[in-house]
């Protein structure tokens, strides 16, 4: 069997959760475990709000987000595509968890996230779009 | 929405957060956070045990609240994270930062 569904949202905070929502329902449905379908959906709401944040710079009423999820029995690919410039968020370092307190700073973590819970992470620029594809493999 | 709660305890302030914290609602963990300590009670016990989804923006304010209640010679220590928030509470190193314990009496009790 092969899945595939898609959703668009308006570039605000206030639609993040629907995103997360839409992600964890689409991955159970292919039969995934709900372990699995927090880890996705969690993953799609860093990579949203990282969007609606920085790229948009908070700014995206007129902007949109879409979220593509394709499954089968052992993979699931969620691509977030967004009309922001041009930015790779995984040319960021990955953020040290020893660093002392006085050392850290307060955020970071969200791509880190994203990066530990999916199994691969990819970035490129086509149409105009920046897009993140974020692959799970079933264990 | 979160729900918060916030009591004034003998050597302690408790703090009970209730719901998911993400984008939308970090800020209010971050005011429950702020305001006892702006008000001085810089003894802080956050019970997350209502909590069992927490975003990156969860984690901003809480090291902002330890980094702010550490200037002022205080502590935020935190009672029974449901496992998700744990991982990623481990993931980030928090719990190398802040003492977590498995009960929110001993997090009282621990001042």
């Given at each position: 069997m092969f899945y595939q569904n898609s959703l668009q949202i308006?570039?605000?905070?206030?639609?993040i959760e629907k995103a997360h929502d839409f992600v964890y329902e689409f991955v159970r449905e292919c039969g995934f475990s709900e372990n699995i379908a927090h880890r996705c959906a969690l993953s799609v709401d860093e990579v949203c709000s990282n969007v609606i944040e920085h790229g948009y710079q908070k700014n995206g009423h007129d902007k949109v987000i879409d979220v593509m999820c394709a499954a089968d029995e052992t993979h699931i690919m969620i691509t977030i595509i967004d009309?922001?410039?041009?930015?790779?968020?995984?040319d960021n370092p990955s953020p040290d968890p020893l660093a002392s307190l006085e050392d850290?700073?307060?955020?970071?973590?969200g791509i880190e996230i994203v990066r530990q819970y999916m199994d691969k992470v990819s970035y490129r620029y086509s149409n105009n779009r920046n897009q993140l594809i974020l692959e799970k493999y079933h264990p | 929405m979160l729900e918060v709660s916030v009591a004034g305890l003998e050597n302690a302030t408790l703090i009970e957060v209730s719901g998911r914290v993400d984008s939308m609602t970090a800020n209010q963990l971050g005011e429950a956070l702020s305001n006892p300590i702006d008000d001085g009670h810089v003894n802080i016990v956050l019970d997350?045990?209502?909590?069992?989804y927490m975003s990156s923006a969860g984690l901003r304010e809480i090291i902002a609240a330890l980094k702010k209640v550490k200037r002022v010679a205080g502590d935020l220590r935190i009672a029974q994270p449901s496992s998700r928030v744990m991982e990623v509470f481990e993931m980030a190193g928090i719990d190398t930062l802040v003492r977590i314990f498995a009960s929110r009496v001993e997090a009282v009790e621990s001042y």
């Amino acid at each position: 069997m092969f899945y595939q569904n898609s959703l668009q949202i308006r570039a605000i905070v206030e639609n993040i959760e629907k995103a997360h929502d839409f992600v964890y329902e689409f991955v159970r449905e292919c039969g995934f475990s709900e372990n699995i379908a927090h880890r996705c959906a969690l993953s799609v709401d860093e990579v949203c709000s990282n969007v609606i944040e920085h790229g948009y710079q908070k700014n995206g009423h007129d902007k949109v987000i879409d979220v593509m999820c394709a499954a089968d029995e052992t993979h699931i690919m969620i691509t977030i595509i967004d009309d922001a410039h041009p930015f790779n968020p995984l040319d960021n370092p990955s953020p040290d968890p020893l660093a002392s307190l006085e050392d850290r700073p307060v955020g970071g973590w969200g791509i880190e996230i994203v990066r530990q819970y999916m199994d691969k992470v990819s970035y490129r620029y086509s149409n105009n779009r920046n897009q993140l594809i974020l692959e799970k493999y079933h264990p | 929405m979160l729900e918060v709660s916030v009591a004034g305890l003998e050597n302690a302030t408790l703090i009970e957060v209730s719901g998911r914290v993400d984008s939308m609602t970090a800020n209010q963990l971050g005011e429950a956070l702020s305001n006892p300590i702006d008000d001085g009670h810089v003894n802080i016990v956050l019970d997350l045990s209502g909590v069992d989804y927490m975003s990156s923006a969860g984690l901003r304010e809480i090291i902002a609240a330890l980094k702010k209640v550490k200037r002022v010679a205080g502590d935020l220590r935190i009672a029974q994270p449901s496992s998700r928030v744990m991982e990623v509470f481990e993931m980030a190193g928090i719990d190398t930062l802040v003492r977590i314990f498995a009960s929110r009496v001993e997090a009282v009790e621990s001042y």
